[in-house]
């Protein structure tokens, strides 16, 4: 196992790319889905159950832990792996989407922005040495720079002035992570819809010079056909020899769609949220399981699906469990659903590797245009 940060590709097929990140707690096989532990969790399931499906790494959330239980608490039980029981890489997000969409009170400065939380109106200062100080409290693997995000649509003037003041953040969040050998900072592309702010963004980052690099300021309220315009040249501006994330994205056509553009590494919560609002992701699109037409029906969500949920029980039982509101409901549909990104994202991997991946992209979306097979 190593004892540094490296991402090595090892494949291309167009802009697709297959590779590995290597950290010293493990590797990470790319192109990645990280699920989503906001709170050190992944809501409805077991560390081991994650690891389980396939997943090599999660995200935490800053912002969320900086307020509950604290970072400094976490620190003193011994880290955030310790802390959620999970041995393998985790990313933190820097807090500042969390900040601007959820917080109370803000006010945006220079230094940074000072907030009430959400959970108890306690009041709380955020800057780029605050977030790298919380994200090496909790002992994150990759930590992300603290940015700013506006949301879509908004003026040029706007996102200029925001992507401005996110590479001045990223300038001190560089200098706050410092050397620290094994770990690694992403900064984060900023910049809207608007291509020449997104160069400008990128030639900033490449100034500063980061471990990985982020496409952020997407899946904000633009749209698939927005967000793939953007990102038909978005990575393309950042460094071909480091990992490319796309932040919060999501969907498994918006996943196939970015991997096609040259991303490697995704997050987002709609697996688990999905699972607890009785949403199924499956190989034909989504299944809505409290739908009636699966109260009778024996089969399981997918018969090529090798996940618990699928191999020892049928629709008719997770309809009736999700209706009756029970907590294996959550359980066994969340459980399903990361079991599909994980199958998804290793599917892309080995068509990749084998010059295969616009097959791969013709046969995923020929299945899904099939539908959800008919009831029985």
């Not at 820097?94 to 009041?123: C, N, P, W, Y």
């Not at 603290?146 to 590479?167: K, Q, T, V, W, Y």
């Not at 992403?186 to 819809?193: D, N, V």
Request: hydrophobic fraction near 40%; charged fraction near 25%.
């Amino acid at each position: 196992m190593t004892s540094r940060f490296t991402f090595t590709r090892l494949a291309t097929d167009g802009k697709a790319r297959r590779g590995v990140v290597s950290t010293p707690r493990g590797d990470i096989q790319t192109p990645a889905f990280m699920p989503v532990g906001t709170a050190a969790t992944v809501k409805a399931m077991m560390p081991e159950s994650v690891r389980a499906t396939g997943a090599q790494i999660l995200l935490g959330n800053t912002y969320h832990l900086m307020l509950r239980p604290t970072a400094e608490r976490i620190a003193d039980l011994g880290g955030l792996h310790n802390f959620m029981n999970w041995d393998r890489p985790i990313l933190t997000d820097s807090g500042g989407f969390q900040v601007m969409s959820l917080a109370e009170l803000r006010k945006l400065t220079e230094e940074g922005v000072s907030f009430r939380s959400h959970i108890d109106g306690s009041r709380h200062m955020l800057t780029p040495e605050r977030s790298m100080e919380i994200q090496r409290l909790l002992g994150s693997d990759i930590v992300m720079c603290f940015d700013e995000c506006p949301a879509l649509p908004a003026s040029r003037e706007r996102i200029a002035e925001s992507m401005r003041l996110s590479m001045r953040w990223a300038d001190r969040s560089r200098a706050a992570f410092g050397d620290r050998p094994g770990y690694a900072l992403f900064g984060i592309q900023q910049g809207g819809l608007e291509e020449d702010l997104r160069g400008e963004s990128a030639e900033a980052l490449r100034g500063i010079g980061f471990d990985g690099y982020a496409v952020g300021g997407l899946a904000v309220g633009e749209g698939q056909e927005a967000m793939f315009g953007c990102l038909d040249y978005a990575p393309d501006m950042l460094p071909d020899d480091k990992p490319r994330y796309l932040m919060g994205v999501g969907k498994p056509d918006d996943i196939v769609g970015a991997v096609a553009r040259g991303i490697d590494m995704f997050d987002c919560v709609l697996p688990s949220r999905s699972g607890r609002t009785g949403q199924a992701y499956t190989r034909r699109g989504p299944v809505n399981i409290k739908n009636a037409r699966h109260a009778d029906d024996p089969r399981p969500l997918d018969e090529n699906c090798t996940c618990p949920a699928c191999t020892n029980y049928s629709r008719a039982y997770l309809h009736h469990v999700f209706r009756a509101g029970e907590i294996i409901s959550s359980m066994l549909l969340t459980w399903h659903n990361l079991h599909y990104y994980q199958e998804l994202m290793a599917g892309m991997r080995s068509s990749i590797a084998s010059g295969e991946f616009t097959a791969f992209q013709a046969e995923f979306h020929a299945q899904r245009a099939q539908g959800d097979i008919e009831p029985i």
